[in-house]
């Protein structure tokens, strides 16, 4: 089946660590996404990526990168650098003939 | 700045009950808006596309309009199965990049 897979679902990770969160896509989309989803905001852009090598910041990337070397991957991490990590990521790839975002079943970062 | 206003942020109904929920929305060069469902710990689902005012789209229980400055989904006689977190999104900008905004969406409970 076509779709975003992303993994862990679930993530623990004490202050002071990196911690990477996978996503991994099977549209042949080009564009990516990832963002973050907090009780009662919606949901925050981090990155977002167009084509293979070539990404952008989004509304809340401090603390976060990226990286695209596949069509099929673009991985996040958390670094140290971010003050409240604690969140729901989701990953997101975009149908561009009709602006459907196709989302993964995201992963939830708890920080002990 | 893009901006997604959802209200009311919770609405709770009895099966049965119909009612609607509103999206407004600033944005400068819409290219088109919409509606997911979020079911709890899960990624989005997709509903509808929307691109131009006095457009409609409907699905079972479910109906989406569209004006200039805002849009509405309305719920038709709901059934438990329907609650959920509905979230609007706009899609705008130009070039290659589409941006996508969220509001914060609009919890729907439905009661038996």
């Known amino acids: 089946d076509g779709g975003i897979t992303q993994s862990p679902k679930y993530l623990f990770r004490k202050e002071g660590q990196n911690v990477t969160l996978s996503c991994e896509q099977n549209l042949n989309h080009d564009a990516m996404y990832w963002y973050r989803q907090d009780p009662g905001q919606g949901l925050r852009l981090i990155y977002y990526s167009q084509i293979v090598n070539d990404f952008q910041k989004g509304d809340i990337a401090e603390g976060y990168s990226v990286s695209r070397e596949k069509k099929e991957s673009f991985p996040l991490t958390v670094t140290s650098a971010q003050k409240n990590p604690t969140a729901f990521y989701l990953c997101a790839s975009l149908a561009t003939n009709t602006g459907e975002l196709f989302f993964g079943e995201g992963s939830r970062l708890t920080v002990l | 700045e893009d901006q997604v206003t959802q209200s009311p942020e919770a609405l709770r109904l009895q099966e049965g009950e119909s009612s609607s929920l509103n999206c407004s929305y600033t944005?400068?060069?819409?290219?088109?808006l919409f509606w997911y469902r979020q079911d709890p710990g899960k990624g989005p689902e997709f509903l509808f596309t929307?691109?131009?005012a006095g457009e409609e789209k409907e699905k079972e229980r479910l109906k989406a309009t569209l004006t200039k400055k805002e849009s509405f989904l309305h719920i038709t006689a709901p059934k438990p199965e329907d609650s959920a977190t509905y979230l609007c999104a706009v899609q705008a900008g130009s070039g290659g990049y589409q941006k996508v905004t969220f509001g914060i969406g609009t919890k729907l409970q439905v009661i038996p």
């Open positions: 944005v400068s060069g819409l290219r088109g």
């Open positions: 929307l691109y131009s």
